[in-house]
């Protein structure tokens, strides 16, 4: 599917035709799901008609995540990267955290990409990296998070050594 095929999804709840002013008017909700478009200006058009004009309302949606982050097996020295996707408006901050504690400093390199795309990498992992990581995303309306477990096996790493990674296991929790 093409980009400008994947755009955005509506679902429109029409409801009963009203006359206002003189005007036909039928107020119609539209839910949106899909990726934020680069558009300034959408244009509609109506079949059967001369004119048809739209007017929107920005509504604010809590964070929710697309994509969650999955556990990790792996061995010390050896890198992970956590990738997530996660959509909300106002768009929310995101912070990664092990055992329910903030990650900081020079060993933690958080990257967020347009679209909603972030990441977590580690690099040279000690076995106390082992825990579980979390990923939050907050905004006004609410909050959303994934969890997961890297285990870090104390075995020397070898070259020829696969890390293995999974989606079991995963946990994640919305509030509003």
């Avoid at 006359?19 to 079949?47: H, P, Y």
């Avoid at 329910?100 to 933690?108: A, P, V």
Wanted: aromatic share 10%.
């Amino acid at each position: 599917m093409e980009n400008s095929e994947r755009a955005i999804q509506l679902l429109a709840v029409t409801e009963q035709e009203q006359e206002v002013e003189g005007q036909k008017r039928v107020d119609t909700s539209f839910d949106v799901f899909g990726e934020t478009s680069q558009e300034e200006q959408i244009d509609f058009k109506a079949e059967d008609s001369e004119s048809c004009s739209f007017e929107f309302q920005a509504t604010e949606t809590p964070p929710k995540f697309l994509r969650l982050i999955s556990d990790y097996s792996t061995f010390v020295g050896a890198s992970v990267c956590f990738q997530c996707l996660v959509t909300g408006s106002p768009y929310p901050s995101v912070h990664w955290y092990k055992d329910e504690i903030l990650l900081e400093g020079d060993r933690y390199y958080v990257q967020e990409e347009q679209g909603g795309s972030h990441s977590l990498t580690i690099e040279n992992l000690m076995q106390s990296d082992s825990g579980n990581y979390s990923c939050e995303a907050v905004n006004e309306v609410g909050s959303d998070s994934c969890t997961t477990e890297v285990v870090v096996k104390a075995s020397i790493f070898h070259p020829n050594t696969r890390t293995s990674r999974g989606s079991e296991g995963n946990k994640h929790h919305s509030s509003v």
